[in-house]
């Protein structure tokens, strides 16, 4: 059962740049997959950015070229480097993990992840 923490949330103006990091603890699986996702108010969950085990990644269309996710296996975290960003990436961000493996199209969807983490606010202001 693994735990995880995120962190490096905060405020912005347009253009600038935000790390989140994911801390996991807890049992520790050969093959998994982690991913970060973002909900704002009245709109639903969304997939950004994910990552398996064997180092295969998907992002999603509205952050491809300014997202960035990668992973310290020594360390036990996740990371999401966000670069050029922009008001409409303002949302509370979700750190998900689960065992095994997935399809890169399932990548992205909620429901292929059974732990997910408290969030953490970004806010990009205009």
């Known amino acids: 059962q693994a735990q995880l923490v995120e962190s490096g949330g905060g405020s912005v103006q347009a253009g600038g740049s935000l790390r989140l990091s994911c801390a996991a603890s807890g049992y520790m699986y050969s093959t998994y997959c982690m991913a970060w996702f973002r909900q704002a108010p009245g709109k639903e969950r969304e997939g950004v950015a994910a990552?398996?085990?064997?180092?295969?990644?998907s992002y999603a269309d509205s952050v491809q070229g300014r997202f960035t996710i990668s992973q310290d296996n020594a360390k036990n975290t996740l990371y999401l480097q966000m670069n050029s960003l922009k008001p409409e990436d303002t949302a509370m961000y979700y750190c998900?993990?689960?065992?095994?493996?997935?399809?890169?199209?399932?990548?992205?969807?909620?429901?292929?992840?059974?732990?997910w983490g408290q969030g953490t606010q970004v806010t990009v202001s205009s």
């Open positions: 998900a993990a689960d065992k095994g493996t997935r399809l890169l199209w399932s990548l992205l969807k909620a429901y292929s992840y059974n732990y």
């Open positions: 990552i398996r085990s064997d180092g295969m990644t």
